[in-house]
């Protein structure tokens, strides 16, 4: 019952001119950068953007200052596992975990600071064989993870003050999760992409797995970025990390699909497929905002895409000091993290 | 897309699916 309909739309170019650079931090004290994100930070009642930066063995906040200048507020030193991953809470402020271990994540942690007593801790919210993780709304995190029988799907949410709060298992498919996204304006909607290329829905509130759905065989991999119910259907924003150019665009970088949830049925919408000139193989290591995606390709640029349109709107080439490694949107705003492994941080507005 | 090759569609299919699916 998969259908595709995907119709090509032509590249007029990418512009370079539709990315601003508004400033750049460069954390001198980092040996290799893994990750960047933002956070809320509010320690003097007023709330503002910070940026998270991530080494192997240490992650540090932020805080904008005037001239497109950044101050250090804090770094939280994490010597014995090295650090994977930022997963920011979005809506979270003075929160933030982080995902640990060596080749797959064997640990989260939650850092956190207390405006009350001024103070910056770190605390362990679980450990084990983790697969994926995302931090959800409402200071909730959800993750799924394996032992050699089961595997296990949970939602943990965190009070203001970082404590934990009662969890929820959800009900886990045969299959392994592989990333989780947020069904927009549904809080108690979650989906989920698996290895053999189902797209599973829950229920967060009950626990229930509702729906069991194939993407289709044709593009292997695919990792669910972002979700929204529309019209009775459910469209799921989806990456396929080993992109290829291709004339006829059957390997795109990102596709919209349409399913509908009482059916199993599902239909291409829209699909991004990479600028020309990008040939090859690529991995792609990227971050979907509303409309906009952005992905590192293996030639060391980073590519954003209109998914409406199926266009890739903006192209950064490698940076002259080194290629960029890392890409996310900022929370709340419209300006994307342009990151390099030596801990260069560049801010753009898109 | 061409919604009529997705099959009968539902506003409510969260609650729809939410009662039938089990416990």
């Keep these: 019952h998969v259908a595709e309909q995907l119709t090509p739309v032509p590249l007029d170019g990418p512009k370079e001119e539709s990315l601003q650079l508004l400033s750049k931090l460069k954390d001198s004290s980092s040996s290799c950068a893994v990750d960047v994100s933002t956070m809320w930070w509010e320690a003097t009642g007023s709330r503002e953007l910070c940026v998270v930066t991530a080494c192997e063995s240490s992650v540090s906040i932020w805080k904008p200052l005037a001239s497109d200048c950044w101050a250090k507020i804090y770094t939280w030193e994490l010597a014995e596992i090295p650090v994977i991953q930022i997963v920011p809470l979005p809506d979270a402020c003075n929160l933030v975990c982080i995902a640990l271990g060596d080749l797959e994540i064997g640990e989260i942690r939650l850092l956190h600071y207390s405006s009350e007593n001024d103070s910056f801790k770190q605390s362990l919210v679980k450990n084990g064989n983790i697969k994926a993780v995302l931090g959800l709304k409402d200071r909730r995190l959800v993750s799924s993870s394996?032992?050699?029988q089961e595997q296990q799907v949970e939602v943990l949410s965190f009070s203001e003050t970082g404590r934990s709060k009662d969890g929820q298992t959800l009900m886990a498919p045969e299959e392994t999760v592989l990333a989780f996204a947020e069904v927009e304006w549904?809080?108690?909607?979650?989906?989920?992409?698996?290895?053999?290329?189902?797209?599973?829905?829950?229920?967060?509130k009950t626990g229930q797995l509702l729906k069991k759905m194939h993407i289709g065989y044709s593009y292997p991999a695919s990792i669910c970025h972002r979700a929204y119910s529309d019209s009775g259907l459910l469209f799921v924003v989806l990456s396929h990390p080993h992109?290829?150019?291709?004339?006829?665009?059957g390997n795109p970088a990102f596709r919209v699909v349409a399913f509908n949830p009482k059916t199993a049925r599902?239909?291409?919408?829209?699909?991004?497929?990479?600028?020309?000139?990008?040939?090859?193989?690529?991995?792609?290591?990227g971050d979907v905002k509303d409309a906009s995606a952005a992905a590192v390709l293996t030639s060391g640029a980073i590519a954003v895409w209109d998914l409406l349109l199926g266009q890739c709107t903006a192209l950064l080439p490698p940076a002259?000091?080194?290629?960029?490694?890392?890409?996310?949107w900022a929370t709340g705003s419209t300006c994307l993290l342009a990151g390099q492994r030596d801990g260069t941080v560049c801010l753009y507005r898109y | 897309c061409n919604g009529s090759d997705l099959g009968p569609i539902s506003l409510n299919w969260f609650e729809e699916l939410s009662a039938e699916a089990p416990p």
Excluded at chain 1, 186 to 197: C, E, F, H
């Design chain 1, 146 to 148: 394996r032992t050699t």
């Design chain 1, 186 to 204: 549904m809080r108690d909607a979650l989906v989920g992409t698996t290895v053999v290329n189902s797209i599973v829905v829950w229920n967060v």
């Design chain 1, 243 to 249: 992109a290829k150019e291709s004339e006829s665009c």
């Design chain 1, 266 to 285: 599902s239909m291409g919408v829209m699909f991004s497929s990479l600028p020309p000139g990008h040939p090859g193989r690529q991995y792609l290591e």
């Design chain 1, 320 to 328: 002259p000091e080194g290629d960029w490694a890392l890409t996310r």
